[in-house]
C-alpha cells in the first residue's frame, strides 16, 4: 500500500511545540506578515531573526512524541512505502527515526544566503551579522508566505501513485497543502483526517479520526501494521 501523509503543527503540539492558529497559538500572538513574509525580513531582518532563535531553541528543548515515533515505526514496514511530507520546519520527525522526510516549508535548522541561494547548518544564534561566504544575507530556509514550497514535484508524483492519503495535525488553510487531499482524491486515493478536531477541510475527506496526535496516529498506525 502506498500512503502519502501530510503533518502540520498539532502533530507536534503535545510536543510543547504550540500550534500557529489554536486559541493561544503562535499567530495570534505574533504578527504572521512581519515574521514569515520575504517584505517582513525585508523590513526587519533582525526581528524576524529574534523569531526563528526563538522557536529554535525552542524545538531543541522538545522531544518526538508517540504520534511521531508510530509513523517511523510505519515508515519502517516492508508492506506499506510511506511518504512523509512534512509542514513543520522543526527536526523532530528525524529525532523519532523517521527518514526521508519532505520539509515542503524548508526548516529553521537551516541558513540559507539571501543573496547566492547557498544552504549550511544554522548556527543556534542567527542575526543580521550571520554572513554567506559570498558576503550575502543569511535567512533561515524556511517558506514564507508568498513564496513557492519546496519539492511540489515529488509531492504531485508521490499523491499520483497514492492508495491513502492521511492529514495529521493540520488546520487546512494554507495552500498548496490545503489542496492535497482533493488532489489525491481526484487520482483515486482513500482520504483520512487525523486531527484533534474537524479542521476546515474536514468535509473533504472520506474518513476521519478526531483526537490527540499521541493517541490517534499510534491508533491508527497499529491498525494498517495489523
Ligand atoms: P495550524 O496551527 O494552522 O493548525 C494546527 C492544527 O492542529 C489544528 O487543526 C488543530 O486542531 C490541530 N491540533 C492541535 N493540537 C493537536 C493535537 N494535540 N493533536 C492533533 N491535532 C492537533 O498549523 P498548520 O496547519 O501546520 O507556515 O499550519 C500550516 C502552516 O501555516 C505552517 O506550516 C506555517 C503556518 O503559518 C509557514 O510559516 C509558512
Redesign the pocket.
Known sequence: MRIVILT????S??SGMG????KG???ENAD?MKL?TPEGFAEDPAAVHAFYNMRRAKVRSCQPNA?HVALAALQMDPRVEVTLVT???DDLHERAGSRDVIHM?GTHLVALCAACGDRWPAPEVMSVETRCVCGGMARPD????GEVPYHMDRIGAALQRADLFVA???????YP?AGFVRAAQEFGADTLE????P?ERATDFARSCF????E?VPGWVNEVLT
Do not use: K, M
Open positions: 502540520g503543527a498539532g502533530i503540539a503535545e500550534t500557529f492558529r489554536d497559538g503562535l499567530w504572521l514569515a504520534a509542514q513543520n520546519v516549508h524556511v517558506v514564507w508566505f495529521i495535525g493540520t488546520s487546512g488553510v494554507v497543502a487525523l486531527n484533534l478536531e479542521s483526537g490527540p496526535a499521541t490517534v
